[in-house]
């Protein structure tokens, strides 16, 4: 199983940025996706989910600003961020769960290499 993100950089305040995490050696369309992202010193924090139906999770602090969608064809997952703010500046991870549609990284099952996003001030 492979998760290859990318998408990251550096971007000033304001600016938007789409992550793509593009998945092989998984059925994907059964697979709940999701990001997360861990900024230095700081624990993983969920970001978005996305269902296979297409059923939608998102932080609080993303809501409104950032967008999570999939292409089932293309086995990719993607995050649209806008307005992105300084304290968007993560490594921005992107995961798939067989089970469930979950905030929780405990229950994701394949992880990638994560990207990074700095958004300057």
């Known amino acids: 199983v492979q998760l290859q993100a990318s998408g990251g950089g550096l971007v000033q305040a304001g600016d938007s940025l789409r992550l793509s995490c593009a998945a092989s050696?998984?059925?994907?369309?059964?697979?709940?996706m999701g990001w997360f992202r861990q900024a230095p010193g700081k624990e993983r924090e969920f970001v978005a989910a996305i269902s296979g139906g297409r059923s939608t999770l998102y932080a609080d602090s993303v809501k409104g600003r950032f967008t999570i969608s999939r292409d089932n064809a293309k086995n990719t997952v993607s995050l649209q961020m806008n307005h992105l703010r300084p304290e968007d500046t993560a490594v921005y991870y992107c995961?798939?769960?067989?089970?469930?549609?979950?905030?929780?990284?405990?229950?994701?099952?394949?992880w990638g290499q994560g990207t990074q996003v700095t958004v300057s001030s």
């Open positions: 050696g998984i059925t994907f369309s059964r697979y709940f």
């Open positions: 995961a798939a769960d067989r089970d469930m549609l979950s905030r929780s990284p405990n229950v994701y099952d394949y």
